[in-house]
């Protein structure tokens, strides 16, 4: 079993950037592929990043292209997710997952691939 918990998110106005972190538990988490995903309001989750097991593979949703940037440290355990220029439309509650039993050698951007889920962080910005 593995725990993920998020911090870092916020209200921030518009072109401000903030940094996600979520900590994973377990020993590991260097062989999980890692994403982030979010979701808004009456929406569905939607894929936003990813990054390969030792981080050398990394994908994102064309909307945060050249706006976010997803890493992972994997001697803290801990993927990240920076996110510069935000727009009103980055808001939502943001998780990241972890994709444990893949046999690819880079992550997947769908939901139903990751098997453990943090609880959220809230990322709103105002405009």
């Known amino acids: 079993q593995v725990q993920l918990v998020e911090s870092g998110g916020g209200l921030v106005q518009a072109g401000d950037s903030l940094r996600l972190s979520c900590a994973a538990s377990?020993?590991?988490?260097?062989?999980?592929?890692m994403g982030w995903f979010r979701q808004a309001p009456g929406k569905e989750r939607d894929f936003v990043a990813a990054?390969?097991?030792?981080?050398?593979?990394?994908r994102y949703v064309h909307s945060v292209e050249g706006r976010f940037t997803i890493s992972r440290d994997n001697a803290k355990n801990t993927v990240y997710l920076q996110m510069n220029s935000l727009k009103p439309e980055d808001t939502a509650v943001y998780y990241c997952?972890?994709?444990?039993?893949?046999?690819?050698?880079?992550?997947?951007?769908?939901?139903?691939?990751?098997?453990?889920w943090g609880q959220g962080t809230q990322v709103t910005v105002s405009s």
């Open positions: 997952a972890a994709e444990a039993f893949s046999h690819y050698s880079s992550a997947s951007s769908r939901p139903n691939d990751y098997d453990y």
């Open positions: 377990g020993r590991t988490f260097n062989s999980y592929h």
């Open positions: 990054v390969s097991r030792f981080g050398d593979s990394t």
